[in-house]
């Protein structure tokens, strides 16, 4: 049984489309995130929830909107895509807000938008 | 600004020898700092990490080194083996801000 799934894992769509990449952790954890890793392959935060309630709300446009149902969903909804919305976009859990870094990460959804 | 930094995209070391993944950083508040192994078509999955108070960590055959004065972390891998081939991400964290700064990776190949 995974631990951190993601879906779809492969997403090619047009611009000006609007999608959604799903997320569920069946670790009984708090906290989830969503990372992003660009062209040059840093991953970046982009959001985190902790039992529901966002807590981490980086720089992204507002197109970008994160959505937790319950604890063990993240779901991300990006609306109006743009080329350079394509990446590859990581959800990951932690029991709580992670002071020591050690998080669990799904397997990625890669996202082209041509 | 990146404030984690790998320079070097790739390494190849022979199996049975030691390879040495280099990191450094220029934010002096970080608090841990930790090193994540992927392999490819799955998630980073968490390997070793360091506090920020103490300069040596050990698991296995895994061992963090951190250099405060010179802003510098290594990760060796002794003896190396082809299981070990992936992409080695550094990792830092301030504690009271939750989220991970992540360097740009560096791809280890471990040749039998």
Known sequence: ?114 | DQQVKQNSPSLSVQEGRISILNCDYTNSMFDYFLWYKKYPAEGPTFLISISSIKDKNEDGRFTVFLNKSAKHLSLHIVPSQPGDSAVYFCAAILAGRRALTFGSGTRLQVQP
Not at chain 1, 9 to 30: A, F, P, R, W
Not at chain 1, 67 to 82: F, R, T
């Open chain 1, 1 to 114: 049984d995974t631990a951190v799934s993601q879906t779809p894992k492969y997403l090619v769509t047009q611009m000006g489309n609007d999608k959604s990449i799903k997320c569920e952790q069946n670790l009984g954890h708090d906290t989830m995130y969503w990372y992003k890793q660009d062209s040059k392959k840093f991953l970046k935060i982009m959001f985190s929830y902790n039992n529901k309630e966002l807590i981490i709300n980086e720089t992204v446009p507002n197109r970008f909107s994160p959505k937790s149902p319950d604890k063990a969903h993240l779901n991300l909804h990006i609306n109006s895509l743009e080329l350079g919305d394509s990446a590859v976009y990581f959800c990951a859990s932690s029991p709580g807000p992670t002071n020591t870094g050690e998080l669990f990460f799904g397997e990625g959804s890669r996202l082209t938008v041509l």
